[in-house]
Nanobody
Framework: EVQLVESGGGLVQPGGSLTLSCAAS????????MNWVRQAPGKGLEWVST????????FYANSVKGRFTISRDNAKNTLYLQMNSLKTEDTAVYYC?????????RGQGTQVTVSS
């Protein structure tokens, strides 16, 4: 069974930083691209970032480019999202997500709240 477990969310002031982690299990992590998506209160899911299976290709939404960094540790089956210069509009539940054998899966999410 594919499982994704996010952690690292919390309350942070504008301009602050957080690092999210996503522990993956139930599939061969190193073979799959991974994504971060988020859902702000009252809004739909928004794609944030993608990393290729070999860690050489990364992509970012314009809203986070230059502030967020996606990375992965294939030895630890873990995905990361380093978030710097956080803004109030980054407040959302953040999910890691992937597609394994044609089925989309995401974790339970971790809440990030940016507020003074």
């Amino acid at each position: 069974e594919v499982q994704l477990v996010e952690s690292g969310g919390g309350l942070v002031q504008p301009g602050g930083s957080l690092t999210l982690s996503c522990a993956a299990s139930g599939f061969t992590f190193r073979n799959y691209g991974m994504n971060w998506v988020r859902q702000a209160p009252g809004k739909g899911l928004e794609w944030v970032s993608t990393i290729g299976s070999d860690d050489t290709s990364t992509f970012y939404a314009n809203s986070v480019k230059g502030r967020f960094t996606i990375s992965r540790d294939n030895a630890k089956n873990t995905l990361y999202l380093q978030m710097n210069s956080l803004k109030t509009e980054d407040t959302a539940v953040y999910y890691c997500a992937t597609r394994v054998t044609g089925s989309d899966t995401r974790g339970q999410g971790t809440q990030v709240t940016v507020s003074s």
